[in-house]
């Protein structure tokens, strides 16, 4: 059984940094899609990034472009997401996901497309 727990969320100022954590079990990742959503009160699940695979191409949402850094540890099967100079608007529950399949096309950014999810970690950036 698959299973993905995140940890690192809290609270932290605008232009703060967080790091949020993703481990991973019932089966090794390293060679399929990793990666994070987020959702803010009243909104829809909205694509953050993804890994195709360890060390394949990382996609960003525009909005965090620059800001924000996806890494894995295969040895952990653990993904991370470095968030730096964040902003009021980065409030959100941040969730985990992964893939069974590789990508092989630009559909990275639908919710559905993915298989596993984590069960999410707050993250609230104050003004």
């Known amino acids: 059984q698959v299973q993905l727990v995140e940890s690192g969320g809290g609270l932290v100022q605008a232009g703060g940094s967080l790091r949020l954590s993703c481990a991973a079990s019932g089966r090794s990742f390293s060679a399929l899609p990793m990666g994070w959503f987020r959702q803010a009160p009243g909104k829809e699940r909205e694509f953050v990034s993804v890994?195709?695979?360890?060390?394949?191409?990382?996609y960003y949402a525009d909005s965090v472009k620059g800001r924000f850094t996806l890494s894995r540890d295969n040895a952990k099967n653990t993904v991370y997401l470095q968030m730096n100079s964040l902003k009021p608007d980065d409030t959100a529950v941040y969730y985990c996901?992964?893939?069974?399949?590789?990508?092989?096309?630009?559909?990275?950014?639908?919710?559905?497309?993915?298989?596993?999810w984590g069960q999410g970690t707050q993250v609230t950036v104050s003004s």
């Open positions: 996901t992964a893939r069974s399949t590789t990508f092989f096309s630009s559909t990275y950014y639908r919710p559905r497309e993915y298989d596993y």
């Open positions: 890994e195709n695979w360890s060390g394949g191409s990382t």
